[in-house]
């Protein structure tokens, strides 16, 4: 069974902290990982994505990829109220695409 | 562009009767996937679609889900004799099947919230 393991919170972060997510998966040979923000109540909407080893910045989001210490983290900078959601990590695991999600981890942001 | 839509987005059943649930994925998808949550908890597959075939379909939970995709577009889920435990948010999600590790992003429609009772 290939695994995705995240953290499920609740990530209490002030407003205008930088939070910070964590995702380490079991399969060596995943090559393609997902962040997904699904409020309470509706669906999962993606966010980011990264392919490469490194840093990827999106606005306020940066993803950063280690394959050779099988993790993936989403940092947000300045959070915002309206980041308070549940994050998703999920991994490629097969040649068509299936997705293995984690169970997500709760932030919630302070004001 | 318009994104993966579904319906009904609510549905409410009596125990033993079928359903239908709709999926129309984004425009040139060619791959699509049906996936299930039950409240507080995570993302369960269900099946894959690439074009009308579905090469996997090992999340169905038993012999009462079917689902077909058709014109390599719009897909629907039957969930045959409907249970108590069928009750969950049924999303429907789609994605450009790339090469060489691109084009795998999946994209969420906004689901069908099914309630057996």
């Known amino acids: 069974q290939k695994e995705v393991e995240q953290n499920s919170g609740p990530l209490s972060v002030p407003e205008g902290a930088i939070a910070s997510l964590n995702c380490t998966y079991s399969?060596?040979?995943?090559?393609?990982f997902f962040w997904y923000r699904q409020y309470s109540g509706k669906s999962p909407e993606l966010i980011m994505f990264?392919?490469?080893?490194g840093d990827k910045e999106d606005g306020r989001f940066t993803a950063q990829l280690n394959k050779a210490s099988q993790y993936v983290s989403l940092l947000i900078r300045d959070s915002q109220p309206s980041d308070s959601a549940t994050y998703l990590c999920?991994?490629?695991?097969?040649?068509?695409?299936?997705?293995?999600f984690g169970a997500g981890t709760q932030v919630v942001v302070t004001p | 562009g318009a994104g993966v839509s579904q319906s009904p987005s609510n549905k409410v059943t009596e125990k033993g009767k079928d359903v239908e649930l709709r999926c129309d994925p984004i425009s040139g998808h060619t791959a699509l996937y049906w996936y299930r949550q039950s409240l507080g908890q995570g993302l369960e597959f269900l099946i894959y679609?690439?074009?009308?075939?579905?090469?996997?379909k090992s999340g169905l939970p038993s012999d009462r889900f079917s689902a077909e995709r058709t014109g390599g577009s719009v897909s629907t889920l039957t969930i045959q004799r409907t249970q108590q435990e069928d009750s969950a948010v049924y999303l429907c999600a789609s994605s450009l099947v790339g090469s060489r590790d691109r084009g795998y992003e999946q994209y969420f429609g906004p689901g069908t919230r099914l309630t057996v009772t």
């Open positions: 999920a991994v490629k695991i097969n040649s068509w695409g299936k997705l293995q």
């Open positions: 990264i392919y490469s080893n």
């Open positions: 679609f690439q074009g009308n075939s579905a090469p996997d």
């Open positions: 399969d060596r040979g995943s090559q393609s």
